[in-house]
């Protein structure tokens, strides 16, 4: 008969936290809400300088969706910073808009200047939870709308 040996094997996770060193909690999330305040302002006026490409972007007539498309993207990259989500969400829908726009072959420049609008009302602005709400339905109504004329289309 043989003997039955065991092996314990001490998980790297359960090591790491008893080393000397680390953080607690509380200090983690107090060191990163330091660090994205300091980042906050370079990212409102990446976001700034995103708005302002994509108004002249349309204000072109004929413009490209594509390029459209990319600053609304980049825009959202830099929305980590900042407590509200609505921002990214409306870009987000643009990116949709253009993406079914592009799909059925087809522009909605209307649409385009709705989202727009929409970005500049929120972005730096004070709107409340409910305004942010409506407004952000009032582009999902555009987007779901567009989708519905283009597959009637189709």
């Known amino acids: 008969m043989s003997v039955v040996r065991k092996f314990h094997?001490?998980?790297?996770?359960?090591?790491?936290?008893?080393?000397?060193?680390?953080?607690?909690?509380?200090?983690?999330?107090?060191?990163?809400?330091?660090?994205?305040?300091?980042?906050?302002?370079?990212?409102?006026?990446?976001?700034?300088?995103?708005?302002?490409?994509?108004?002249?972007?349309?204000?072109?007539?004929g413009f490209d969706a594509e390029?459209?498309?990319?600053?609304?993207?980049?825009?959202?990259?830099?929305?980590?910073?900042?407590?509200n989500d609505s921002l990214a969400t409306a870009a987000r829908s643009l990116c949709e808009l253009l993406d079914r726009a592009g799909e059925a072959g087809r522009?909605?420049?209307?649409g385009v200047q709705v989202h727009l609008a929409s970005l500049r009302l929120l972005h730096r602005t004070e709107a409340d939870e409910a305004t942010r709400k409506v407004i952000l339905k009032g582009?999902?109504?555009?987007?779901?709308?567009?989708?519905?004329?283009?597959?009637a289309e189709g």
């Open 67 to 83: 390029a459209m498309y990319e600053q609304s993207a980049r825009l959202i990259s830099f929305c980590g910073a900042f407590d």
């Open 9 to 61: 094997v001490t998980p790297r996770l359960a090591q790491l936290i008893k080393a000397p060193g680390g953080l607690y909690v509380p200090e983690a999330l107090k060191r990163g809400a330091a660090a994205m305040e300091e980042s906050r302002e370079t990212c409102l006026s990446e976001v700034d300088e995103a708005l302002a490409t994509m108004d002249a972007m349309a204000a072109t007539p």
């Open 139 to 151: 582009l999902a109504q555009v987007v779901d709308r567009y989708g519905r004329d283009a597959k």
């Open 107 to 110: 522009r909605d420049d209307r």
